[in-house]
């Protein structure tokens, strides 16, 4: 990547943290994302928590431990921009589900934001599509019906993409009801992930 590409990447990241299209948002607009031009490696998540939000740092909650557990890698190359891209689907804090939960990504920042990012970043060697939003968006009509049928057909999606369940531990029945996911995804996932962190 020439150094030019680089800062093109650096100033499109300036400009969506300083977005403020969603003014009002409970918390108000706090985009979050890592990005760089070198890495080829993609987290493509659902959308920041209360404590993201708070702390400014992507997966910086529960669901980022078993995260990084599932990919067999520590913080230190998590957070290395250089190595992992970290491109949600909404990149602020969208709000509190009535029903339970947080809502879901805002759309305005997959229109506003996406095509332009992933045109310019490196070609992924591999996009970790976690939850059901970011399936929608990244594997379109090749997704199934649901999450759970998604994600048993992961090896339809290689070696572009491998959909994920949320790690939520909002999420740890579904774990509980689909052993095959630990036993069968993750030992894969992190064979895939150390030979691109390798690389």
């Known amino acids: 990547m020439s150094g030019s590409h680089e ?23 706090r985009p979050v ?10 987290v493509a998540g659902q959308a920041p928590g209360t404590r993201v939000h708070q702390t400014g740092v992507p997966f910086d909650d529960p669901s ?13 190359t998590f957070y290395d921009r250089n190595r992992v891209n970290i491109i949600p689907m909404g990149f602020c804090y969208p709000g509190r ?5 947080d809502l879901p990504p805002r759309p305005e920042c997959s229109a506003l934001w996406h095509d332009e990012l992933f045109a310019m970043i490196a070609p992924p060697k591999l996009v970790l599509v976690i939850g059901r939003y970011a399936q929608a968006w990244h594997l379109g009509d090749r997704r199934a019906r649901t999450l759970t049928e998604t994600v048993r057909n992961w090896k339809s999606f290689l070696p572009q993409y491998l959909p994920l369940p949320h790690p939520s531990p909002r999420n740890n029945m579904w774990l509980r009801r689909n052993p095959w996911f630990e036993d069968e995804v993750i030992p894969e996932l992190r064979r895939r992930v150390a030979k691109i962190l390798a690389d």
Do not use: F, Q, Y
């Open 33 to 42: 994302l890592r990005v760089s031009a070198t890495a080829r490696l993609v």
């Open 97 to 101: 589900n009535p029903s339970g939960g």
């Open 64 to 76: 980022g431990v078993r995260l990084r557990d599932w990919m067999g890698i520590g913080e230190a």
């Open 7 to 29: 800062k093109n990447i650096a100033t499109l990241v300036a400009k969506i943290e300083s977005c403020r299209h969603c003014e009002n948002l409970p918390l108000g607009p």
